[in-house]
């Protein structure tokens, strides 16, 4: 019902901004223009109080219009439907009836998704952070064209362009708040699945004292690993679509400021489509470097569960020494020659052993790995693609805004 409403609205200002359309006296068309005569929006006149019905809801529809399907854009991609849903809950459900130890390692991933689902809900600085980027990019796509409301001839199209105001903090609000929320606790439950297994045997969940505790853990991780390729079909999609955005309008500004010489404030003074440019470059910048952020945190969490296997490896390899210094103190060196056998306990320290060679191996050389745009998240050339991103963000923020500032 929102989005029918704030839709009507749009349709409305659309059909309006040719009612409030003035072709009457010498005007022109012009997008960069620095003359203070210029008018955005393809609105004609030769005075401010001629084209200021006309901007104020051309701008208005248009605010509206990205605001708007951004927000269906990423409904769509949380909401669609992708594959293998059903094989992972199918191959869980096979591994509870099979083996009794996977049922507190799973109850144990379960927990600590939960308590970073509930961590992110009732988080006030995320809560925080959401109203101020929406009244920041509300404020950035409304303030250069406030002024024209005292030159508006019409009250209904001042009542739009604050009534628009409203709708497109409204939109941005649920975008960040619900919407890509929703998108980063996905990245957050795959972090939170990853943590889980990579510590289950410090915390004393599912110790690792012999093979078949072992392979019990594997077996959840490759179950954990489908439910993570589920989540990373919806992530994926709405990360390479801000990746675009973020890339081709920070490319258009940096174009730009190299060949006009111009601030950023220069740059959003000119109004219409340069301004929308800037705000979009820099709030869809700044999404992907949460979204990378996040990627890189994953990739560290996948590195510590071979981590813990070698040091779960070290642990064993202790025991199984001092078990067997203790037995041969014990038995004495002759029943130890006539009894090669050091005990059941020591067998299944060396079936763990055994096992965690076995699994290391096959995770260093055939573990297959998440990837965004054909870069294995985590990996050397990731983190290349992060730096070049960051640096992109800084030429953006110390050409256009810090140099301009201090000058």
Same mark, same amino acid.
């Given at each position: 019902?929102?989005?029918? +409403?704030?839709?009507?609205?749009?349709?409305?200002?659309?059909? !309006?901004? /040719?009612?409030?359309?003035?072709?009457?006296?010498?005007?022109?068309?012009?997008?960069?223009?620095?003359?203070?005569?210029?008018?955005?929006?393809?609105?004609? *006149?030769?005075?401010?109080?001629?084209?200021?019905?006309?901007?104020?809801? /051309?701008?208005?529809?248009?605010?509206?219009?990205?605001?708007?399907?951004?927000?269906?854009?990423?409904? %769509?991609?949380?909401?669609?439907?992708? =594959?293998?849903?059903?094989?992972?809950?199918?191959? $869980?459900?096979?591994?509870?009836?099979?083996?009794?130890? #996977?049922? *507190?390692?799973?109850?144990?991933?379960?927990?600590?998704?939960?308590?970073?689902?509930?961590?992110?809900?009732?988080?006030?600085?995320?809560?925080?952070?959401?109203?101020?980027?929406?009244?920041?990019?509300?404020?950035?796509?409304?303030?250069?064209?406030?002024?024209?409301?005292?030159?508006? =001839?019409?009250?209904?199209?001042?009542?739009?362009?604050?009534?628009?105001?409203?709708?497109?903090?409204?939109?941005?609000? @649920?975008?960040?708040?619900?919407?890509?929320? $929703?998108?980063?606790?996905?990245?957050?439950?795959?972090?939170?699945?990853? +943590?889980?297994?990579?510590?289950?045997?410090?915390?004393?969940?599912?110790?690792?004292?012999?093979?078949?505790?072992?392979?019990?853990?594997?077996?959840? $991780?490759?179950?954990?690993?489908?439910?993570?390729?589920? #989540?990373?079909?919806?992530?994926?999609?709405?990360?390479?679509?801000?990746?675009? @955005?973020?890339?081709?309008?920070? *490319?258009? @500004?940096?174009?730009?400021?190299?060949?006009?010489?111009?601030?950023?404030?220069?740059?959003?003074?000119?109004?219409? %489509?340069?301004?929308?440019?800037?705000?979009?470059?820099?709030?869809?910048?700044?999404?992907?470097?949460?979204?990378?952020?996040?990627?890189?945190?994953?990739?560290?969490?996948?590195? &510590?569960?071979?981590?813990? !296997? $070698?040091?779960?490896?070290?642990?064993?390899?202790?025991?199984?020494? *001092?078990?067997?210094? +203790?037995?041969?103190?014990?038995?004495?060196?002759?029943?130890?020659?006539?009894?090669?056998?050091?005990?059941?306990?020591?067998?299944?320290?060396?079936? &763990?052993?055994?096992?965690?060679?076995?699994?290391?191996?096959?995770?260093?050389?055939?573990?297959?790995?998440?990837?965004?745009?054909?870069?294995?998240?985590?990996?050397?050339?990731?983190?290349? +693609?992060?730096?070049?991103?960051?640096?992109?963000?800084?030429?953006?923020?110390?050409?256009?805004?810090?140099?301009?500032?201090?000058?």
């Amino acid at each position: 019902r929102i989005y029918i +409403a704030v839709y009507m609205l749009l349709a409305w200002e659309l059909a !309006l901004s /040719r009612t409030f359309e003035i072709t009457s006296g010498e005007g022109h068309i012009s997008m960069w223009s620095k003359t203070p005569h210029r008018h955005e929006y393809s609105c004609w *006149g030769s005075e401010a109080n001629d084209v200021a019905d006309c901007v104020l809801v /051309r701008h208005s529809a248009c605010t509206i219009l990205f605001s708007l399907y951004t927000c269906l854009f990423a409904v %769509a991609a949380c909401n669609r439907s992708v =594959k293998g849903v059903e094989m992972a809950s199918r191959h $869980r459900d096979s591994l509870l009836q099979a083996f009794h130890e #996977a049922r *507190g390692l799973f109850s144990f991933v379960d927990r600590s998704v939960d308590k970073n689902v509930m961590w992110w809900r009732g988080n006030q600085g995320y809560r925080v952070q959401t109203v101020a980027t929406s009244v920041l990019w509300t404020v950035g796509s409304f303030a250069l064209y406030a002024g024209l409301i005292l030159h508006a =001839k019409s009250y209904l199209s001042s009542t739009i362009f604050l009534t628009a105001i409203a709708a497109t903090f409204f939109l941005q609000f @649920v975008l960040l708040r619900y919407v890509m929320l $929703r998108v980063l606790l996905y990245l957050e439950a795959i972090k939170a699945r990853s +943590a889980a297994l990579a510590y289950c045997d410090e915390e004393g969940v599912l110790p690792f004292t012999s093979g078949q505790a072992v392979y019990v853990w594997f077996s959840v $991780r490759r179950n954990i690993q489908s439910q993570d390729e589920v #989540a990373y079909q919806r992530v994926i999609p709405v990360f390479v679509v801000a990746l675009a @955005v973020a890339i081709t309008s920070s *490319g258009w @500004v940096v174009l730009q400021l190299w060949q006009r010489g111009l601030s950023v404030y220069v740059l959003t003074s000119s109004g219409g %489509a340069s301004l929308m440019v800037v705000a979009i470059a820099f709030v869809s910048c700044y999404c992907v470097h949460i979204f990378l952020g996040m990627f890189l945190d994953i990739g560290r969490l996948d590195e &510590a569960n071979i981590r813990q !296997l $070698r040091v779960a490896q070290l642990r064993l390899e202790h025991e199984r020494l *001092g078990a067997e210094a +203790a037995e041969t103190a014990a038995l004495g060196e002759e029943s130890n020659r006539k009894n090669s056998d050091v005990g059941p306990h020591s067998n299944d320290l060396n079936a &763990a052993l055994s096992m965690i060679d076995k699994v290391v191996l096959l995770l260093e050389n055939n573990d297959p790995k998440p990837t965004v745009l054909g870069i294995e998240i985590g990996s050397s050339s990731f983190q290349v +693609a992060y730096a070049a991103f960051m640096s992109d963000m800084w030429y953006l923020m110390v050409w256009g805004v810090i140099i301009h500032l201090m000058s």
